[in-house]
């Protein structure tokens, strides 16, 4: 399993991005597929999930309105849309996948894990 993340930047707030996470070794429709992020001195946490097969969502509050997932199955890549960012949604962010039908908000329950992608929101 290999999960690639892709598409961090440097971006002024208020900007755009969007991240990518190009998975091998599974089909993305039959894990619950989580986006997290870890600023300096701080805990990952959860940002987004979803499982395709069950519907299944996670959303933190703090990305509610701002942030959205999609995926490409053909490409069998699932993206994070980033919109009206802030300094604070400065940090690194990773995918992660686990063989489960329900989403987590917490990093522990997920074991297959991307290398991360540096995301700085700075003017």
């Known amino acids: 399993v290999e999960l690639v993340e892709s598409g961090g930047g440097l971006v002024q707030p208020g900007g755009s991005l969007r991240l990518s996470c190009a998975a091998s070794?599974?089909?993305?429709?039959?894990?619950?597929i989580g986006w997290f992020r870890q600023a300096p001195g701080k805990e990952r946490e959860g940002v987004l999930c979803?499982?395709?097969?069950?519907?299944?969502?996670y959303e933190a509050d703090s990305v509610k309105g701002r942030f959205t997932i999609s995926r490409d199955n053909a490409k069998n890549t699932l993206y994070l849309h980033m919109n009206s960012l802030k300094p604070e949604d400065t940090a690194v962010y990773y995918c992660?996948?686990?063989?489960?039908?329900?989403?987590?908000?917490?990093?522990?329950?997920?074991?297959?894990w991307g290398q991360g992608t540096q995301v700085t929101v700075s003017s």
């Open positions: 070794g599974i089909t993305l429709d039959d894990y619950a």
């Open positions: 992660a996948a686990e063989p489960v039908p329900f989403c987590s908000r917490y990093p522990n329950e997920y074991a297959y």
């Open positions: 979803i499982s395709p097969s069950t519907g299944s969502t």
